[in-house]
């Protein structure tokens, strides 16, 4: 019966409509889709076997197993190959450890799973089943994430309107001054949101948010200014605010800024794609209306800078996520102590 997830589908609707920039929601449209796929596959496979034989059936759902395993050992094989690029370009660090850590993880498990459904061992086949429980839990956290956060994107590009004040978020220096690729891309993503609220009517201002590093000669805030202003930007409309070290703190400091400017309607926040919706998150907790645009990051740096933006969202709920992943482990500790003292 289809009524449970149309009912969720609803209420995701809904809340959307209400307050677009919530974690949850992602979850709720997964179980949405979930229940309806689920419907969807107990429909079809009674005709799947009134239409046709038994073997053919069996040989479909063979097919969709295989082709499940295998996009699972790609996305896995990709993890790695994209971390050996991440070190050929960006030199050693977390992101390429989190990428490597992430495909070495899916692919000895699913190793683990293919020599423990060709043999006979009933028993392993429980302790594969419990221990991959909390790593399920996470992966479908993760795929809800993935889901929402693109289709948050999609609808800001497309319904995104005219605003009072544009947040540009800055990132790392060149060399300790020069704007990257990267913060380029931040810029003229803002640049094209502020030229679009002024044929709307709008007298928008644009702040460049972004503190000086350890490394750099000049603020983040600075050198996003310069860059502006060598192409033209109104400086009357460009605000600097270089005090800030995270997005909380750009935020935070560029509302103060919107208030002493008087601009105090929507807010547009310019960001790179993979840190678009986090970006969002925090935008409602720190109570500041609008939305967030993203701009196109490097093919082989988006899959760690996401998975790092996931792993900020699930800290930021640490609690919920620590107790749910501990009761997940509950089964795994109960098959230790049963095999401990089972002669």
């Not at 896995?76 to 994209?82: E, H, P, Q, R, S």
Request: contains cysteine; neutral net charge.
């Amino acid at each position: 019966m289809a009524l449970p997830g149309l009912v969720l589908l609803a209420i995701f609707f809904i809340a959307v409509y209400r307050e677009s920039r919530r974690f949850g929601l992602g979850l709720l449209l997964s179980l949405a889709l979930l229940e309806l796929g689920g419907v969807a596959l107990g429909t079809a496979l009674p005709l799947l076997n009134a239409t046709t034989s038994a073997e053919v059936g069996t040989w479909a759902l063979l097919g969709m197993f295989f082709l499940l395993v295998a996009g699972i050992a790609v996305l896995g094989a990709f993890l790695i190959v994209n971390a050996f690029t991440m070190l050929r370009k960006e030199g050693f660090g977390l992101s390429a450890l989190l990428s490597a850590g992430h495909g070495m993880v899916i692919l000895v498990y699913l190793a683990g799973t293919v020599i423990v459904l060709m043999s006979d061992r009933t028993d392993w086949f429980v302790w594969l089943g419990v221990l991959g429980l909390p790593g399920a839990y996470v992966a479908f956290l993760f795929v809800s994430y993935l889901l929402y956060s693109q289709l948050y994107q999609w609808g800001t590009r497309r319904f995104g309107g005219p605003v009072d004040a544009v947040v540009v978020l800055g990132s790392g220096l060149g060399g300790g001054e020069r704007v990257t690729p990267l913060l380029a891309g931040r810029i003229e993503r803002g640049r094209a949101v502020f030229e679009k609220s002024v044929e709307a009517g709008r007298s928008p201002i644009l702040i460049v948010s972004g503190g000086q590093g350890r490394d750099e000669k000049l603020s983040e805030a600075e050198a996003m200014r310069r860059y502006l202003l060598e192409r033209d930007f109104p400086a009357d409309s460009l605000v600097r605010e270089d005090r800030s070290t995270d997005t909380e703190e750009n935020l935070a400091n560029s509302a103060q800024l919107m208030k002493r400017w008087q601009a105090e309607g929507e807010v547009a926040v310019a960001t790179s794609n993979y840190h678009a919706f986090r970006s969002a998150v925090i935008m409602r907790k720190a109570g500041i209306p609008g939305y967030t645009v993203g701009c196109r990051t490097a093919p082989y740096y988006w899959p760690s800078a996401t998975i790092r933006e996931f792993g900020a969202i699930l800290l930021e709920h640490s609690r919920i996520n620590l107790a749910i992943i501990l009761l997940l482990c509950l089964p795994v500790v109960l098959l230790t102590i049963n095999w401990i003292v089972t002669p």
